[in-house]
């Protein structure tokens, strides 16, 4: 879902929040009210959720090689949208922290725009960690507030630190040639954010004497990629030979389970903020216009001030106007005056409405929207393979990365606001230096980092501009 928050930006991103929150217990600047904004909101997920049906959508087990895990953890998931008799299969991978249900809504809309083709979303094998049956309960804030989840101890994890790209290629590999039928299907693989890096990584990767890109027909990266295509987001790449090894020491000492998002405030283990915005979507999901089961269960830092309903709590967790920092925020709009009680909800005013927010994030329980426990290993690995080149740190730390002059798929590269250009400014130096036959260059500077996953299909640049590409691939 994200590439990696700096601490810096995350805490940040909760004092604007905060400070914001508590100014909009005075009016909203907005003649809706609360109840007609619930009203709304109601209407448009219906609306929606039939526009996007588009016919079965199984999640998957595929078994894959050995890693070292308990049982049941030698298996990725494949969520797949669209008709198994398509000649086409687009795979799409998650960035950090998160997960195959990142790309339901996009995956139905590009259906529905592109006969022939069928959309794979890819989970890693860190999702079998995950304790989500929580969510098939009438009650998951008891569930997982009060402590009854399974949780993984990382002194017990051990096994994870050998989960970096190396492993995750070898998973994808499997899924990829699944998706390609003994060669009777095109395979189109892309990926979003750091998913974006792990498909361009994917397709220079020697397989033991096969190219990656071999496989392909196209790339497709959205809003990540390779070549400093983060450098416009403020955070480089920790991959010089002393910051490496200073990470694979703190991950032989037990760091095995990135910590990043432990810096929102909302919890100090690694799946704390995850569970927090998988309940915030759940609630507002099946119960937008109740009042907030969440809200007085908030850390006092992040608690609003006065009473919201659950569709308005999970806007005040994820609208760039609450001061959220672009990695984890979308374009949707801002709290509703206050009902008859005092209660405020949500109205819809930018790309991305809530309802498509929270049908997304309440996930089913399977997919989600968001991983629990990303390793250590796989941030260290894709940030050394940032450069797209055989490097000997690379080579030290398994990384095939031996193919990547000899592209040839055509490329497709779209960028939001996040990196202030780099992303097609990477993907055009990729092309340059490679026999990549031609690259599509699109950019909208009005969406965040989650807006091309989310936003409504008539305000989606991501779905208008793709579409097209996939099509010209036919």
């Given at each position: 879902?994200?590439?990696?928050?700096?601490?810096?930006?995350?805490?940040?991103?909760?004092?604007?929040?905060?400070?914001?929150?508590?100014?909009?217990?005075?009016?909203?600047?907005?003649?809706?009210?609360?109840?007609?904004?619930?009203?709304?909101?109601?209407?448009?997920?219906?609306?929606?959720?039939?526009?996007?049906?588009?016919?079965?959508?199984?999640?998957?087990?595929?078994?894959?090689?050995?890693?070292?895990?308990?049982?049941?953890?030698?298996?990725?998931?494949?969520?797949?949208?669209?008709?198994?008799?398509?000649?086409?299969?687009?795979?799409?991978?998650?960035?950090?922290?998160?997960?195959?249900g990142d790309f339901r809504l996009l995956a139905r809309d590009l259906v529905a725009a592109v006969p022939g083709v069928q959309v794979w979303a890819f989970d890693r094998r860190e999702?079998?960690?995950?304790?989500?049956?929580?969510?098939?309960?009438?009650?998951?804030?008891?569930?997982?507030?009060?402590?009854?989840?399974?949780?993984?101890?990382?002194?017990?994890?051990?096994?994870?630190?050998?989960?970096?790209?190396?492993?995750?290629?070898?998973?994808?590999?499997?899924?990829?040639?699944?998706?390609?039928?003994?060669?009777?299907?095109?395979?189109?693989?892309?990926?979003?954010?750091?998913?974006?890096?792990?498909?361009?990584t994917y397709a220079a990767w020697d397989f033991d004497g096969r190219p990656?890109?071999?496989?392909?027909?196209?790339?497709?990266?959205?809003?990540?990629?390779?070549?400093?295509?983060?450098?416009?987001?403020?955070?480089?790449?920790?991959?010089?030979?002393?910051?490496?090894?200073?990470?694979?020491?703190?991950?032989?000492?037990?760091?095995?389970?990135?910590?990043?998002?432990?810096?929102?405030?909302?919890g100090s283990r690694a799946e704390s903020t995850q569970i927090w915005y998988q309940l915030a979507g759940w609630y507002a999901h099946h119960d937008p216009a109740g009042r907030s089961v969440l809200q007085p269960r908030l850390p006092d830092a992040l608690r609003p001030s006065s009473p919201l309903t659950n569709a308005g709590l999970l806007g005040t967790l994820v609208d760039v106007g609450f001061g959220w920092p672009n990695d984890i925020s979308v374009h949707s709009g801002h709290l509703a005056d206050a009902d008859a009680d005092g209660v405020r909800g949500w109205v819809d005013t930018g790309i991305t409405p809530m309802s498509r927010v929270a049908a997304a994030y309440a996930g089913g329980p399977q997919p989600a929207v968001w991983e629990w426990y990303w390793p250590s290993r796989l941030s260290v690995d894709l940030d050394v393979a940032d450069p797209y080149v055989d490097t000997d740190l690379a080579r030290s730390l398994g990384l095939r990365l031996w193919h990547a002059e000899a592209l040839d798929t055509p490329l497709y590269a779209f960028q939001t606001s996040y990196a202030k250009g780099t992303i097609v400014s990477g993907a055009r130096d990729v092309v340059t230096n490679s026999r990549i036959p031609y690259g599509t260059y699109e950019t909208d500077n009005g969406m965040t980092h989650l807006d091309p996953l989310f936003a409504d299909t008539p305000h989606n640049t991501l779905t208008r501009t793709l579409a097209p590409f996939l099509t010209a691939l036919r």
């Open positions: 879902m994200t590439r990696g928050l700096s601490r810096r930006a995350l805490l940040g991103g909760t004092v604007g929040g905060l400070a914001l929150t508590t100014a909009l217990t005075g009016p909203a600047a907005t003649t809706a009210t609360a109840a007609t904004a619930a009203t709304a909101a109601t209407k448009t997920a219906g609306a929606g959720s039939r526009r996007g049906a588009v016919g079965p959508e199984p999640y998957v087990p595929v078994a894959v090689g050995a890693g070292g895990g308990p049982a049941g953890t030698d298996r990725v998931h494949v969520l797949k949208i669209g008709p198994d008799t398509a000649h086409t299969v687009l795979v799409l991978v998650p960035g950090m922290f998160g997960a195959a999702e079998n960690l995950a304790d989500r049956t929580g969510f098939a309960t009438p009650d998951p804030a008891g569930y997982y507030l009060d402590g009854h989840y399974r949780s993984q101890d990382p002194t017990a994890a051990a096994y994870t630190a050998g989960w970096g790209l190396a492993r995750t290629l070898d998973d994808l590999d499997t899924v990829v040639r699944m998706a390609a039928c003994g060669g009777r299907r095109r395979v189109v693989l892309g990926g979003h954010s750091w998913g974006a890096t792990t498909a361009m990656g890109y071999r496989d392909l027909a196209a790339l497709v990266v959205v809003d990540g990629g390779v070549r400093g295509a983060f450098k416009g987001t403020g955070q480089p790449v920790s991959d010089s030979p002393e910051q490496v090894r200073e990470r694979l020491a703190a991950i032989d000492g037990g760091a095995v389970f990135d910590m990043t998002l432990s810096g929102v405030g909302l």
